[in-house]
């Protein structure tokens, strides 16, 4: 008799270990999701902070008219020469809106170049060999531009991962702003175009 309750008391506490068990996964699962959704407004300001701490400078163009004569007014006031683009369609529409860029070159200091996303919560740029660079990046430039719009914003990298298996890029870059300053790119600029 005495092993039967014995064996009913071990029972009991597997049954009781696994209910806990399975709460708690519940409730990993649910902290794992974001407890909300960050409207696009939101994420332009969460990026535009991390983007900054990592002494990133950015700008914020409501229009391309905006967005080009900050480009332009930029280029004017620190007296940049060299600006070369990493895309011929970039380098198109920047011809079309009046500022000629050059072809890459080892003496470059300043490159421009788009953007596949943005991650708001990281301030990380992600970039991939479908912006035009080419099938590898050799160097950053010292000083890089990039322009981007705001539906290239997102929240959460699975995201961002959904989109790139539908290119298949043959590189993908993930760039936050502090980490390659330091190292290889002295300025970073960010252009976001409400869009």
């Known amino acids: 008799m005495r092993s039967s309750s014995e064996k009913e008391k071990v029972l009991k506490l597997l049954r009781d270990a696994q209910l806990e068990k399975d709460n ?3 409730q ?3 902290a794992a999701q974001p407890l909300y959704k960050i409207s ?4 332009i300001t969460v990026f535009a902070e991390k983007f900054s ?3 990133g400078k950015f700008f914020y163009c409501r229009t391309g008219q905006e967005l080009v004569a900050s ?3 930029l280029i004017e006031y620190r007296q940049w020469k060299n600006v070369v683009s990493f895309s011929e369609n970039l380098q198109s529409y920047l011809a079309g809106i009046g500022l000629q860029t050059n072809i890459d070159d080892e003496h470059t200091t300043v490159g421009i170049t788009l953007c596949h996303a943005l991650m708001a919560r990281t301030g ?3 970039i991939t060999s479908e912006q035009g660079v080419g099938t590898h990046l050799k160097r950053f430039t010292p000083i890089l531009i990039v322009i981007a719009f705001a ?4 929240d959460d990298y699975g995201i961002i991962l959904d989109t790139l298996d539908q290119k298949r890029p043959q590189w993908v870059l993930n760039i936050k702003s502090g980490d390659l300053v330091q190292e290889e790119i002295r300025e970073m600029y960010m252009f976001l175009m409400d869009a």
């Open 53 to 55: 701490e990592g002494n």
């Open 28 to 30: 990993l699962g649910e």
């Open 40 to 43: 696009k407004q939101d994420m």
């Open 151 to 154: 539906s290239q914003l997102c």
């Open 71 to 73: 480009l332009k007014n």
């Open 124 to 126: 990380s740029i992600i």
């Open 24 to 26: 708690s996964a519940e």
